[in-house]
């Protein structure tokens, strides 16, 4: 047996914990979207009490993503990056939910992941979780859209 599933399931224990450690600071309850195979977590890292302005920029390759797509945070939280498209947020990626190097992709609420597993994503670098927000936003991809 492959150790994989133990890690699926250490990751979603992780992933919950971390969702009801915010949660428990912000006024709205997360709800999961029936049928959509994600954990819907706070839309905004501002919602953390993160800071208003960001001080990093980290712009994304052109040719990948197109014109003016950046990652965007801050000095003191390295570890939650806002996806900039064109100047707007179009969702973030975070590192460590995992307990080690894994970066996953949030776009309109919710981690990006395999609906059949209900796991998150894990991506090695935060540009590679930026691709994975950057698809499902040009393919306007929503949770409550049905396939």
Not at 4 to 24: C, F, I, M, T
Not at 87 to 105: F, I, K, M, P, T
């Amino acid at each position: 047996m492959s150790p994989a599933p133990a890690a699926e399931r250490r990751l979603r224990g992780l992933v919950d914990q971390r969702l009801a450690q915010q949660s428990a600071g912000t006024r709205e309850t997360p709800v999961p979207a029936p049928g959509t195979g994600t954990v819907t977590v706070p839309r905004d890292p501002l919602l953390r009490g993160l800071p208003r302005g960001m001080d990093v920029r980290i712009p994304l390759d052109e040719r990948v993503f197109g014109y003016d797509w950046a990652l965007a945070g801050w000095t003191v939280q390295p570890d939650v990056l806002v996806v900039l498209g064109e100047g707007h947020q179009v969702g973030w990626v975070e590192h460590g939910l995992d307990g080690g190097d894994g970066w996953v992709a949030v776009h309109d609420g919710y981690f990006l992941g395999d609906p059949a597993t209900q796991q998150a994503a894990l991506h090695t670098t935060p540009e590679l979780a930026a691709q994975a927000i950057h698809h499902a936003h040009i393919h306007d991809l929503r949770a409550g859209q049905s396939a």
